[in-house]
């Protein structure tokens, strides 16, 4: 059991208001100490949400969650008051999109990264200041001791997510959240924080589900990618399985669309139509209105997995059952 | 792709210079943003956000505009249809001066744009029927609602369906398709395309390129193509022009550049690309720190500052946009590449 660092089941999100969003569907998903995991998918595929159901960051009134989620064998949705709180920082942390609305204006960023340390360590300022200090080191920022004294509109966008860095791992998470961490930034600095990450994973040991839509970035921080679409996760696999034996249609056409190596001029393979509204529970494969193999079988019910190996999983009827060349 | 054979929209501006001519020719453009601080509003420094860019597009091809955030790509294609005014240089349309021969409405008869936020550019408030129409109309093009049909129809988007329909009631995917078919509402001969594909999904992107590509074929139009994403640019483009901090720094063939990147900039930019072999991923980043605040950019050469081949030359002295001697239209600006640059190690092959 705590074997297991995240171990999500069955879990199902819907957003209550004028309409329902089934934005969640029956979704499996486990993670061992020490691994990075890539959530791979388009905008609605229900990434994002994952990330904030497994921090309680839903708004209560309006989501209903389903389902079973356990972190370090804690259940998730049972945590209230105190306990939540040091769970939230403690236990599991978070890096955002966007670094300038996560970060505190009216604070230092010395400041910012002391409070968590002194709220979640119960350690003493000077001793929180230092650990501060020390954290920027680690994510590489120059000059670390007059930064520390810095507000963050006086940093750079690369600069600003090296602290929110620093301060989702100065309390030493088990598990660390990125949404996006680097979409935002430029390319030259991007490769840095894809670097620092991938760095940063190896010397703490923290597992780390980095949400992302972008197969490139997944491809340079993690060892797992789950792909999701339209609230499922549709092919699960080493990073190595995905990218060179593609089984889900979906995952081939986001492959394909990634237009790496293709020739200047020549026809894409696109994949037609777009994305669900996702107003309805599925009552078949979800993929299957936009996908080249379906059958009416595929719309008929919602496909389960067909495992092809240990960790290896694929949502598809039509899976070929040897590989594609 | 040769300019002589194209059908042109209808109602298109007259070819005037003939095929030799090209379409557009841009010479030290230059804009400065004043920022403004103080107590009484005073100007404290200037954004240099293009300074002395020149390039030109042929008639038919499409120019890739890559660099990161702040290089001035999306200032120049501003400055292109003269939705800001250029503080120096010419814009020169087809052989014809603008602010001379060419007045802006008539600049604007021959060139548009796609915005990279498809919802931000649509007029909320007006059917997609009216929105492509608009233009047309107010240019006094003959049948402006026939000709939204019927561009709504090749952009993929039944016209009986989607006339009526207001831009929140559509995708990211198809209102793109709407800006797209808007901006050749006015028969346009270049289309700029300002990141125009960044903002959708992966799959639905490769279904607007192959948009692009047709339409180019069928209406001969020229494109410039700016984009932050080196593949989507090698895809679609004949010319790449690399923009480093509101100066050009490289400009040359797809091929010839993908093949050996002649500015140290340029390759830093191609080796910050993900890798996508998980077996070989990237080990060290190419550089390090962000780009510099264009408000006061480096003296010399504005990437000395993050180049690893600098030399004192490069701090003191700008380089020159300078031809490659193996590859014709291959242009580089680094002393590396000249010769008589001063730099201890120009002319020769460090960059491996």
Redesign the interface.
Known sequence: MTEKLVDIRNLTVRFKGARTVYAINDLSLSLKQGETLALLGESGSGKSVTLKTLLRLLPPRRSEIEGEIRVNGTDVQALSGKALQSYRGGEVSMVFQDPGLALDPVYTVGAQIAEAVMRHKGLRKEEAISTAFDMLQRVHIPSPERRLRNYPHELSGGMRQRVMIALALACRPRLLLADEPTTALDATVQIQILLLLRDLQREFGMGVIFVTHDIGVAVEVSERIAVMYAGRIVEEGTTHEIINDPRHPYTRGLLAANLHDIARGERLNAIPGAPPALEEPPSGCSFAPRCPMAGPVCRAGVPDFVNLGPRRRVACLRVDPVPAE | MSATETVTLPGSLADKGGPAQALLIVKDLRKYFPVRGGIFGRRQAMVQAVDGVSFSVEKGETLGIVG??GCGKSTTARLLIGLTEKDAGEIIFDGQGLGGELSPRELRRGVQMVFQDSYASLNPRLTIEDSIAFGARVQGLDDPVGRAHRLMARVGLDPTRFAQRYPHEL?G??RQRINIARALAMSPRLVILDEAVSAL???????V??LL?DLRGEFGLTYIFIS?D???V???SDRILVMYLGEVVEVGP?DAIWSAQAHPYTR??F?????????N???????????PNPIDPPEGCRFHTRCRFADSVCKTRAPKLLEMPQTPGHLAACHLHDPASGHPKAGTEVMG
């Open positions: 990161e955030s995708s995917g198809q999904d992966k799959s639905v992107e490769a279904q390129l192959n590509v932050h080196l593949n989507v090698r895809y679609i797809v830093s930019l080796s910050a690309m993900p890798s996508m072999d998980p077996d991923r990237t080990k060290t980043p190419p550089l390090s720190g962000d780009p």
